[in-house]
């Protein structure tokens, strides 16, 4: 009975680092810095990430026409959702890439504060554990001003994912991967830290949201349903009709 609670201790007890990641730094070249993301790509198919927002996205009962990636790097997941889902689709990031080749928009914005174009409903993977406390409650908030649903995947912090990477997943990614995975579940929120933050983040709005972490903690998915908006818009959205990349 000890035993057993002090491996459980031992299992969730990871403190949450503050670390950065490699490809936060200004300086990695573009070629690795490509590389990478085309891993987290494949990362994500493997395990089943897109296909768990695509089954999301085609459950809601309202017509999803426009799908807006927060935080979605070369855009690889939203190239795949597009394709398979036949939407349109436009991305955001705070560092968009130098040389994309892609058939929609990537616009540059911080997603915690600035104006974001607008969506039926907006995903984002592996950005929350980037983001302190606070700027994750942002995070959703302002998501909120411009999409009317939020489905927010990332990492859990706990030793069972660190050690099913390091065993199944580090062998065939490029080293960047290999150790920017590592810090990035070490600095995710545990799935109650993330339900709290959510919670405090959607207090008094009106919001609905559903909580689920993947077995062997390899995901936590928010789903998060905000309270319809009146009609005049808070905030004024981006722009962004165009097809090409800004
Ligand atoms: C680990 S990458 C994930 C990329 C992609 N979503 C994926 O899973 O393959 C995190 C991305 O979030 C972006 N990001 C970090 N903070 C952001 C912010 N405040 N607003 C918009 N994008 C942000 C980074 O520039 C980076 O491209």
Known sequence: MRYKKETAHFLTSMT???EKEILERPDVAE????RAYRDLTRIHRFLGDTASVIAALRRDPLPVRRVLDVGCAAGGVLLEIRRKLGVQAIGVDIKPPKTPDLPFAIVSADAVRDPLP???VAFSMYLGHHLPESDLVGLIRNVGQFCRRFILLDLVRHALPLALFRGFVAPFVCPIVVSDA??????SYTAPEMARLTREALAGSGARFRHTVAPLYVRQI???NYAPRPHSCP???VDCQQDAVQ
């Open 16 to 18: 949450r680092t503050l």
């Open 31 to 34: 070629h690795l810095v490509a």
């Open 118 to 120: 607008e969506a039926d």
């Open 182 to 187: 590592q810090v990035s579940i070490r600095r």
């Open 222 to 224: 928010l789903d998060i």
């Open 235 to 237: 905030r004024e959205p």
